[in-house]
């Protein structure tokens, strides 16, 4: 069983979402009482200074970034916080494919052929924090919506947004680092572009190195430039990118609709504004199948989390200033145990230092 962070198919209430409309409640806008004056309405001035204000709850961003990627993306809730996978060398190289099995005829000597368990990956929850101070003074005065709640909402956001950064930032070292999907690709599937930007002959020879599921990979992640780099490098050759139908949550119509989004090879392409791009204008772009069936032998990329905070992926925890403090405030904090993971090296390929427009 998955566990989203953000709005999928069949899930009409994201995880995100739910979560911080349990902290904050409904977000719709609500009447301030009272008027903006005392004046009679004999001009188009003093009407106005009766009408009501009406604030809408929550602090909202001027402008967000673009997770896209979070529409797919799964958490999978893990037992001591750690994941194992032990993994094989690939069963015969291509020099010898061959002999991968005995064609068997009368008195054939069948080939010994045992696996061994060759690679033992571990990967471990690191956690991912922040915090917040409440006045308890200006709650008790303001009544309107909950300072609490207006916090608690922006401070989910932050560990959403880095955690959806940490798959591109490199693992620090630390003791709650964990490893980024840069860390984790196999060095013979990272293709270089060195300062050019993409085209589709490299475009589609990363696809094709990884080979997971039969190497029908199911997402293509890359910051917004990047996405219209991959598009100039279809429209270069006249042509344009297949395109899929995806759900998405339109706000007019306040349900789910379907959408077409860029793809390669039916790969969506999914933007994800966290991952960088240098100082230089270079970034990355990530092939990948996301997502695990044991019941098949599929083994992708995934989001991991300690089993028990699977449903609702933070932990909050407060403290009051303590006794004899000179001021009256709460401090609040919220954390994310969590980490990645990816089961068979094939499940991702990387193109670097891509060039992209400004």
């Given at each position: 069983m998955w566990t989203y962070l953000g709005a999928t198919s069949g899930c009409a209430s994201p995880l995100f979402t739910q979560h911080c409309n349990s902290v904050?409640?409904?977000n719709e806008p609500e009447s301030l009482s009272g008027t903006k004056g005392k004046?009679?309405?004999?001009?188009?001035?003093?009407?106005?200074?009766l009408t009501q204000e009406q604030l809408s709850?929550?602090?909202?961003?001027?402008i967000e970034y673009k997770l896209q990627i979070a529409q797919i993306w799964p958490f999978m809730g893990v037992l001591g916080g750690k994941l194992r996978y032990?993994?094989?060398?690939?069963?015969?190289?291509?020099?010898?494919?061959?002999?991968?099995?005995t064609i068997l005829g009368d008195g054939t000597a069948i080939t010994e052929k045992t696996a061994g368990a060759d690679t033992s990956k571990t990967f471990t929850c690191g956690e991912l924090a922040t915090r917040y101070l409440i006045d308890y003074n200006a709650q008790d005065r303001y009544r309107f919506q909950s300072l609490d709640a207006?916090?608690?909402?922006l401070a989910c956001a932050r560990l959403k947004y880095m955690y959806f950064r940490k798959l591109d930032l490199d693992n620090g070292g630390g003791s709650g680092d964990f490893d980024s999907l840069y860390n984790m690709v196999d060095a013979t599937l990272k293709f270089d572009m060195a300062g050019v930007a993409p085209t589709l002959p490299v475009l589609q020879q990363t696809y094709h190195a990884a080979s997971a599921n039969a190497g029908m990979l199911n997402c293509i992640m890359c910051n917004a430039r990047a996405s219209r780099a991959i598009i100039k490098a279809y429209n270069d050759v006249d042509i344009h990118p297949q395109q899929i139908e995806m759900d998405w949550f339109d706000p007019l119509a306040n349900r789910t609709v379907k959408r077409k989004v860029n793809s390669i090879n039916g790969a969506p392409i999914l933007i994800n504004d966290m991952v960088a791009t240098d100082g230089t204008n270079k970034t990355r772009i990530y092939f990948m199948l996301v997502g695990e069936s044991c019941d098949r032998g599929v083994h992708g990329v995934?989001?991991?989390v300690p089993l028990d905070l699977k449903d609702k992926m933070?932990?909050?925890?407060e403290s009051s200033e303590p006794s004899g403090a000179t001021t009256s405030r709460i401090n609040v904090a919220y954390s994310m145990p969590v980490a990645t993971a990816m089961g068979t090296a094939g499940a991702l390929s990387i193109l670097e230092n891509v060039l992209v427009a400004a």
């Open positions: 904050a409640g409904r004046h009679m309405a004999t001009s188009p001035v003093n009407a106005a200074n709850r929550f602090l909202i961003q001027t032990e993994r094989t060398n690939t069963l015969e190289s291509v020099a010898n494919i061959n002999d991968m099995a207006v916090e608690a909402v995934t989001g991991i933070f932990v909050r925890r």
